[in-house]
């Protein structure tokens, strides 16, 4: 490790960290507006379902170097070549949870609402939705965590595109550690702290089922006592 | 009035939920629909707040067609009440219960406030206010259903086997909430259940179902007790039917008579005189409450209490039915049930024989032979 050389590069550091940021959420952001229409479409509409989620997944499957040289003719230079990629494979993990979160709604709980008096947007808006938020967060957080170590394949196309993928590239070049180390930690810990804020806003959001998920524990203690 | 007017519910697959269903549930009182699982009753009430839609006929509310008013309007104005609650697991106690007044923009302090008497009212702890769902028992959680179907205080109470999900203890307590809330409130409600001892017990008016949407019978519970339409209610009724129509004759009808007593503190000559009478002789404390029994062949332990038969329970001439006091005389060792007043001292005592005499329906109704 080159401390000296670290701390000469701390705005290098910091700019790459930005930049980095910025391509990873943009498409959790682009992914999470995509897919929570399509994940009501695919409720409401249940034989829509298997064809969006195997679509996804075939999305998924496609390598992200191929999806990018592809779009390089289309989208050129620019972030989108990134963050379009990136995108399109959040789906893969935020459909399916918001299509879990929705029918993870009780019967019962829908049909008290609509004999109430909700309407369907209103019922959506304000019972639905409210109640697959642990599953829609348990989608963001697998998907912010792997954007944030898939944006560095963005190196590939210059190094203005890979956040502190550049530094990947610079360390094996010049078989220099240094700028490798460091990268790959700033990487990590980015995802580390994502999640972790993630988390934070999803206690705040559901206060009502933080026992709820304690209960699988405490029925696996009981197994464990018997 | 709830009205049905030839109301079938066929679906789709062909599945025929009611079958030409006419039926009237009085304003202000309690419409129980009984019947078997398969029978309709759940359609049947769904069809008064449009969560059903007849295939042909119509439902009246006070001369009205509900189909004529838009089904978030209409519902708004009549509670709803189901097994499995479906509390909103994401919102507190009180919002829970303030759901209706939110829907129709009531001002927050005054939904609130309604919330808040409202749970007084159906008995919890207005400390549970804040609490979520998950944090209440299931009857707790029955009782802020109640709650919120009340909330806005419609006339109509649609109720939908409210009870049949809590233990038996947690039931009954409800059922008897129930009756307070009625007899203050006078909603009128269509309330369905699978259980025929609910229905006579919360009834004003009994409608039993059969499978394939058939409306049997509607009565008061006492005269469905008293005269089944046809052997498929007796048999639902169960063969219990003529010992639970007891619960409809007051014990006041019955002519109790003072038993032989003895107190506790009487002497050995005294016990000995008072069983020579034949019968039984009540053992009674200083304020005449009843101890036990006395019978000849135990006479010769006296004074010592083992000598005592147990009396089992008493009952209240007041205010008991002759269910209750018919039951007391069976379960008595000796066969006789005691009578006592609210302080618990005996008033009088009927044999089981003489109970059965009592109910014993006049030779007339027996017909010629």
Known sequence: ?226 | MITFEHVTKRYPDGTVALDDLSLECPTGKTTVLVGTSGSGKTTAVRLINRMVEPTSGRVLIDGTDVRSRQPEQLRRGIGYVIQQVGLFPHRTIADNIATVPHLLGWDKKKARATALELMERVGLDPALAKRYPYQLSGGQQQRVGVARALAADPPILLMDEPFSAVDPVVRSELQQEFLRLQADLDKTIVFVTHDVDEAIKLGDRVAVFRIGGHLVQVDSPERLLAAPADEFVERFLGYDRGFRRLSFLDAKSLQLSMPDTLELTGSAEQARATVAGGGPVLVVDDARRPIGWLIRSRVARWPDRSALVPIGHTFRPDTDSVRAALDSAVLSPVGVAVGVDDEGAVVGAISHDEIAEAIRPPTAEIGPS
């Open chain 1, 1 to 226: 490790m080159d401390w000296q050389w670290a701390a000469d590069h701390v705005d290098d550091f910091a700019e790459a960290t930005r930049s980095h940021l910025y391509l990873a959420l943009m498409p959790v952001l682009y992914g999470l507006l995509i897919s929570m229409p399509l994940g009501l479409l695919c409720v409401r509409f249940p034989k829509l379902y298997p064809p969006v989620f195997a679509g996804a997944n075939v999305i998924y499957a496609l390598p992200g170097l191929a999806l990018i040289v592809l779009l390089l003719d289309i989208t050129g230079f620019s972030n989108w070549t990134i963050i379009i990629p990136l995108t399109l494979y959040t789906l893969v993990v935020l459909v399916p949870n918001i299509v879990d979160g929705l029918r993870s709604v009780p019967d019962p709980v829908r049909q008290a609402a609509t004999a109430m008096g909700f309407g369907e947007l209103r019922r959506l808006i304000q019972v639905e939705l409210p109640i697959s938020i642990p599953y829609v967060m348990a989608g963001l957080r697998v998907a912010t965590v792997s954007s944030i170590s898939l944006v560095s394949i963005g190196v590939l196309i210059g190094d203005d595109f890979g956040g502190l993928g550049v530094f990947f590239i610079d360390g094996f070049q010049q078989d220099f550690m240094t700028p490798l180390i460091i990268g790959v930690v700033l990487s990590v810990a980015l995802a580390l702290l994502a999640d972790a804020l993630l988390v934070l806003v999803q206690r705040l959001l559901t206060p009502w089922s933080r026992t709820r998920r304690d209960r699988p524990a405490a029925q696996l203690e009981r197994v464990g006592a018997a």
